[in-house]
Structure formats: structure tokens, C-alpha cells
């Protein structure tokens, strides 16, 4: 939370880590391959990431992690509730456009949400998922960056909200598996 609220104190007072975000950025545009770049940036669209959401959800539902799934369902909502705000109050100027709304980076919070939640909901039974979910939302912030869609503190300002968003997510997930892993099998006695 902390870090997210300085992330965009800084943005909206112009303080020195939005000139050293500004100065970060041109050295990125353009460091790779535009389509390369652009695959991962789309990594963040919501036809693209909420459907890999959609799937764990309705696994998660189907396995009887109700509580699981409506969180991490729930979390998705709130991405465009506060980001859409956050842009309008924010207004920060795109790196290679004059146009605004770029703080925080909607298709990073989308794919930190969307494939963070998804891992969390699968963590269980795929151990790759998280590491997964870090690759992807890695790449679609990095796509961002290096297409010049968005700065970097736009990019970090939404990873962090989006820890925030997961963190109810991770705890229930994270007790339910406690829960589980503490039971013990029961044990007959007595003849069958």
C-alpha cells in the first residue's frame, strides 16, 4: 500500500522518481523487436488474460473453493473500478503521445490480476503456475515499457495495486490449504 501511494504521490507532485522514470524510458523504446515487444504488451489485453482467470475460477468453483474463486473473481472487477478512476485523477501524459491517462498501467494491473489469481486459485495442483503468472505479467509490463505504451512507474505503480488486490486472494487460498494440509486421514479400528 505504501508503495503504491508513493509511487503516486510521485507522479502527481512531479517529484524526482517520475524524472528518472522519464529518463529509464527512452533508453527502452525500441530496445527489442517491435512485434516482440507488442506480444507482450498484448499479454495485458482483458480478451487475452481474464478467459486464463475465467478457466480457475470455474475449476476452482467446481472443486469447492467457492470462497477462493469469488475473490480472486472479485479482484478482477476491482482492476478497471480503480484503475479508470485512477487514470482520470492521476492524468499523466503517455511517453510518446500528448494524450493522458496512462497512471496506473491498465493491462499490467489486468494481467497481475488475471494470471496471479489464476495461479493462486491453481497453485495446488500445478506448482508452475505461479512462476507462470510471474512470467506473463513480467512480459506484459516489460511489452508496455518497451513499445513506449507506458512509463515504468506506471507499470510498477500497478504491480503494486495489484498485490494489494491479490493479497485477500493469496490469504484465503493460502488457509485453505492449511486447512487442508492439517488434516489427518482418519484410521480405521476394529475389522472392516
Known sequence: MLLFAAATWQVLARGPVVRLDERISGGLVGAVPAPLAEAGADLGNMPVAVPVLLVAVVWALRRGARAAAGWAAGAMLLVPALVVPLKLLVDRVGPMTEASGYYPSGHTATAMVA???????????????????????????TGLMLRGYHWPLDVFGSLC???LLL??????SSSGRRRSSGRTPRRRTGPS
Not at 134 to 140: D, I, Q, R, S
Not at 167 to 172: E, K, Q, T
Request: no cysteine; net charge positive.
Open 115 to 141: 494470471y496471479g489469481g489464476a495461479a493462486l486459485l491453481a497453485r495446488e495442483r500445478w506448482r508452475w503456475a505461479v512462476p507462470a503468472a510471474v512470467v506473463l505479467t513480467a512480459a506484459t509490463g
Open 161 to 163: 495495486l495489484g498485490v
Open 167 to 172: 493479497a485477500p486472494l493469496w490469504w484465503v
